[in-house]
């Protein structure tokens, strides 16, 4: 396994961290694991070097928290691990249980250092933007956290550039802590955040971590539990754009002797937009393939081929209001008359 840096900071992550949102209890989520299914997934990530596992409060609703924390805590030392969690989406129905307030930020680094049973976060990313609280508020109380050493690093998720690049402002302009890492959903069928996203991240040294580099399965043609009842794939994936990149994915791997999986991953391994991708595996099997991936190479005329079909996409955000009908294609499929 390489270790990489997190954009200018010092923190070294493994070249692939694990996501974890597939870890807690199936009464969250049919598809996601028990304790006892998912302890081995996370000895086997050890041992094949991952050192940075990424987690969130709401996963489970904090049920993720306690299984891969202390599960990893029982597995290895705590220098050798780099954790991250999440704070912003409802934990109750409390008014205040939620959201990026001063109150909800200090209530939910302690709740979730408690679930894990450790003193710090390596990360702490906000899960998203938070239209209801001032962007003054938040980077306040995030700094907060920081001086108090519970948190060593913040990170952000799934916003637009603009209100990232904002927060980080309001940091530097206070001489506050500022978010060092950017995670983003990322995968061939969805590549909207190369328009700003990850060139303010480059510009600035901001690391990148990706999430759903198979769009949650899709890209590997899986038929799965997940498959069958994620909502998020129903709702953002599946067009006629989105069939035609799959296939094509699918069509490479046949040709290059290894699994769309594999295909699909090395696109986003070896992207020079991506620090460090998230694998989403549920199996020994699908996490040794991802990190196999690492070793299939991609000609530039076969990254080509697979980017050849895209084009824009809704993006995906909480606060973005509009949705095109299901089905409808962003535009005709137009192969170029090298693949046609």
């Not at 991250?84 to 209530?107: E, T």
């Not at 700094?143 to 799934?158: F, I, N, P």
């Not at 995968?187 to 580099?213: A, D, H, K, N, W």
């Amino acid at each position: 396994m390489d270790y990489v840096r997190l954009g200018a900071t010092g923190l070294r992550v493994s070249a692939f961290g694990l996501g974890t949102m597939g870890f807690g209890t199936p009464d969250w989520r049919p598809w996601v694991l028990d304790p006892e299914a998912s302890a081995p997934i996370l000895q086997r990530a050890l041992e094949l070097g991952i050192n940075f596992f990424d987690m969130a409060d709401f996963y489970s609703l904090g049920r993720n928290e306690e299984v891969v924390g202390q599960t990893l805590l029982s597995m290895a030392p705590r220098e050798d691990l780099v954790l991250a969690s999440k704070v912003y989406y409802p934990m109750s129905d409390a008014p205040n249980d939620q959201g990026l307030s001063r109150k909800h930020i200090l209530d939910g680094i302690d709740a979730t250092l408690r679930r894990i049973g450790t003193d710090y976060l390596d990360l702490y990313i906000v899960h998203a933007f938070d239209p209801g609280t001032p962007m003054e508020e938040t980077m306040a109380a995030l700094d907060a956290v920081v001086r108090s050493g519970k948190v060593r690093y913040l990170g952000a998720s799934t916003m637009y550039a603009w209100q990232f690049a904002t927060m980080n402002g309001i940091a530097d302009r206070n001489g506050w802590a500022r978010f060092q890492n950017m995670q983003c959903q990322y995968s061939l069928l969805y590549r909207e955040e190369e328009r700003e996203m990850m060139p303010y991240c480059r510009s600035q040294g901001i690391g990148v971590t990706t999430f759903s580099p198979l769009a949650r399965g899709m890209l590997a043609g899986a038929r799965d539990l997940r498959m069958q009842t994620d909502n998020f794939i129903h709702d953002f994936f599946g067009d006629e754009v989105d069939r035609a990149i799959t296939a094509r994915v699918s069509e490479l791997a046949g040709q290059r002797g290894v699994s769309p999986a594999a295909i699909a991953m090395s696109w986003a391994f070896h992207s020079d937009t991506v620090d460090c991708p998230l694998i989403g595996a549920q199996t020994i099997a699908e996490l040794e393939t991802a990190v196999a991936a690492a070793a299939v190479t991609l000609s530039p005329e076969e990254r080509a081929f697979l980017e050849e079909l895209y084009s824009p996409a809704d993006v995906i955000n909480d606060h973005f209001p509009h949705r095109r009908p299901r089905g409808l294609a962003r535009r005709p499929i137009e192969a170029s008359a090298a693949h046609a």
